[in-house]
């Protein structure tokens, strides 16, 4: 059964530091993984997308790479803002199941001004 | 667009009471999923549906549950009687298709609350 654990499960930071948030899951039999933003009281909004195929994916000062083999990803957040306090949460699907996402528990992020 | 639009935003309810939740995906996507988001559990996936049609609802909890999906803009997601173990928070989501590259799109959720 496939399981994903996400480390931290929250982080306090400074405004303009550089950080890393962990992924890890048990199965590498995955079509992808993604990386989702959850603000308090709201829905998830989808940050990055990343095939089975690929190595990572860059948005603006978000980069999520994928280690597929070592089941590990990782979310690496540049020069960090405020705005950037949410609840970061990874989500795998199986390759029989490509519908489906099977999320980490999330990480919680505070950044202080 | 307007996103995926979940009704009500909160609901509150007796331990008994029929529970009716809402809603509407984006236009044009033909997958829907509904999800239940606990602090035990975290986020679960309860049913799928795919061109209206339900493909997996291996995550519905029991017979309490139930999901509709009549045509291609609507969908129920139903609980009767509800429980107060049933807390939690709603999400629904839709993409143009299952699976693949095709993100699924989040509404903002329902919270529900059975006392």
């Known amino acids: 059964k496939q399981e994903v654990t996400q480390i931290p499960a929250a982080l306090s930071v400074p405004e303009g530091e550089n950080l890393v948030l962990n992924c890890s899951f048990t199965?590498?039999?995955?079509?992808?993984l993604q990386w989702f933003r959850q603000d308090p009281g709201k829905g998830l909004t989808s940050l990055l997308l990343?095939?089975?195929?690929?190595r990572e994916q860059t948005s603006g000062r978000l980069n999520a790479s994928l280690d597929k083999s070592s089941g590990r990803s990782t979310l690496y957040i540049a020069a960090s803002q405020p705005g950037d306090s949410a609840t970061y949460l990874c989500?795998?699907?199986?390759?029989?199941?490509?519908?489906?996402?099977?999320f980490g528990s999330g990480t919680r992020l505070l950044v202080r001004p | 667009d307007a996103g995926v639009i979940q009704s009500p935003r909160h609901e509150v309810t007796e331990m008994g009471q029929e529970v009716t939740l809402r809603c509407k995906p984006i236009?044009?996507?033909?997958?829907l999923f509904w999800y239940r988001q606990t602090m035990m559990r975290g986020l679960e996936l309860l049913i799928y549906?795919?061109?209206?049609?339900?493909?997996?609802d291996s995550g519905m909890p029991e017979d309490r549950f139930s999901a509709k999906m009549p045509n291609a803009s609507f969908s129920t997601l139903k609980i009767q009687p509800s429980e107060p173990r049933d807390s939690a928070v709603y999400f629904c989501?839709?993409?143009?298709?299952?699976?693949?590259?095709?993100?699924?799109?989040f509404g903002p959720g329902t919270r529900l609350t059975v006392t």
């Open positions: 989501a839709s993409s143009a298709q299952a699976g693949g590259s095709y993100e699924q799109y």
């Open positions: 199965d590498s039999a995955i079509y992808n």
């Open positions: 990343i095939q089975s195929s690929q």
């Open positions: 989500a795998v699907s199986p390759m029989d199941s490509s519908y489906k996402l099977i």
């Open positions: 236009s044009g996507h033909n997958s």
């Open positions: 549906f795919n061109n209206n049609v339900p493909i997996d």
